[in-house]
C-alpha cells in the first residue's frame, strides 16, 4: 500500500514564503502531485513530478527527491488567497497504466495579513 | 469550455436509503474517477473508468458501484447508506493517455444520511 505524510497545518504571513513537505511510502513510484482545496471547493491541479528537481509554475515551485522518497510545495510571495488546503498525491505502479493518484491527508495553510 | 459537471449539489438521505450521483467530464476526457472526501481529510479513491472499462476500484465495500456511459458520463451508485458515507463525492475527469498527470475536479456533491 501506499502511505504519505504532510503536516497538518501550516501559517505564514502575506508576503512571506512557505514550504509543505510531503513524504511518502510506495510500492513503485512514478510522480508526485499537488493540489489545492478551498473550503468548498473542487481540488485544482498544481504541479507534477516525475523527476528529481525543481518545477517551478509562477510563484509555486514542486521539488521531488526520489532517493529520498521526499517533495515539497513553496510558494512565495503569499497572499491572502493561498489560504487553503494543500494536497500531495502519489502516482504508484499499483495503479497500472491508469493515473490513480492516493491523497495524503492535506495541509491546511493559513496566510495572515 | 464546461469543466466537470456534478449533480445534484447537495443531498440528503436517510439511512438504508440509495442513492446515484453523476458525473459528466470534460469534452474529450475519456477517464473518470470517483473520490471520496470526508471533512478535513484528503480525497480518497473509490473507482476509475476508462472507455466505459473499470480500471481500478478502492477499498470500499460492495455497496458502492459505478458506472460509465458510451459518452463517457458517469454514475455512482451507493447502496444501504451508512452516517459514515456521509461525505464530499468528487468526480475528476482526464484525458487519454499515459501522460495525463493531473486531474481535473467537479465541484462535488455533498451527500448528508441522517
Known amino acids: 500500500g501506499q502511505s504519505l505524510e504532510q503536516p497538518s497545518e501550516v501559517t505564514a504571513v502575506e508576503g512571506a514564503i512557505v514550504q509543505i513537505n510531503c513524504t511518502y511510502q510506495t510500492s513503485g513510484f512514478y510522480g508526485l502531485s499537488w493540489y489545492q482545496q478551498h473550503d468548498g471547493g473542487a481540488p485544482t491541479f498544481l504541479s507534477y513530478n516525475a523527476l528529481d528537481g525543481l518545477e517551478e509554475t509562477g510563484r509555486f515551485s514542486s521539488f521531488l527527491s526520489r532517493s529520498d522518497s521526499y517533495g515539497y510545495l513553496l510558494l512565495q510571495e503569499l497572499q491572502m488567497k493561498d489560504s487553503a488546503s494543500y494536497f500531495c498525491a502519489v502516482r504508484d505502479k499499483e495503479s497500472g497504466g491508469s493515473y490513480i493518484p492516493t491523497f495524503g491527508r492535506g495541509t491546511s495553510l493559513i496566510v495572515h495579513p | ?114
Open chain 2, 1 to 114: 469550455d464546461a469543466g466537470v459537471t456534478q449533480s445534484p449539489t447537495h443531498l440528503i438521505k436517510t439511512r438504508g436509503q440509495h442513492v446515484t450521483l453523476r458525473c459528466s467530464p470534460i469534452s474529450g476526457h475519456k477517464s473518470v474517477s470517483w473520490y471520496q472526501q470526508v471533512l478535513g481529510q484528503g480525497p480518497q479513491f473509490i473507482f476509475q473508468y476508462y472507455e466505459k472499462e473499470e480500471r481500478g476500484r478502492g477499498n470500499f465495500p460492495d455497496r458502492f458501484s459505478a458506472r460509465q456511459f458510451p459518452n463517457y458520463s458517469s454514475e455512482l451508485n451507493v447502496n444501504a447508506l451508512l452516517l459514515g458515507d456521509s461525505a464530499l463525492y468528487l468526480c475528476a475527469s482526464s484525458p487519454p493517455g499515459a501522460q495525463a498527470v493531473g486531474y481535473t475536479f467537479g465541484s462535488g456533491t455533498r451527500l448528508t444520511v441522517v
